[in-house]
Nanobody, 122 residues
Framework: QVQVVESGGGLVQVGGSLRLSCAAS????????MGWYRQAPGMQRDLVAQ???????TYADSVKGRFTISRDNAKNTVYLQMNSLKPEDTAVYYC????????????????WGKGTQVTVSS
């Protein structure tokens, strides 16, 4: 059974930092892209940052210079270091992982975690 599980959310004051972690487990052959999305109440789910297996990264403009995404391929884990947090960063943060299950079939399937709440208080 494949699982994608986030951890590390919580309550932090403006200007503070949090580190989110997300681990994928199960009979996975490979992981292509891993990423973080966030969704505030009444809003759509938006990309925050993503990273390929080769280490190429993409960030939303709103988090550039404040957030850093990284991954440990050996642990099937992706991290999101969030610094200089703002109230507008408050949201549920979701991890997404594009997983492949076969050496001969490179089709990938997107799996989502259940989300972790990040609240930035002023």
């Amino acid at each position: 059974q494949v699982q994608v599980v986030e951890s590390g959310g919580g309550l932090v004051q403006v200007g503070g930092s949090l580190r989110l972690s997300c681990a994928a487990s199960g009979r996975i052959f490979s992981i292509n892209v891993m990423g973080w999305y966030r969704q505030a109440p009444g809003m759509q789910r938006d990309l925050v940052a993503q990273i390929t297996s080769g280490g190429s990264t993409t960030y939303a403009d709103s988090v550039k210079g404040r957030f850093t995404i990284s991954r440990d391929n050996a642990k099937n884990t992706v991290y999101l270091q969030m610094n200089s947090l703002k109230p507008e960063d408050t949201a549920v943060y979701y991890c997404a992982a594009d997983l492949s299950f076969s050496a001969t079939d490179h089709t990938s399937f997107r799996y989502w975690g259940k989300g972790t709440q990040v609240t930035v208080s002023s």
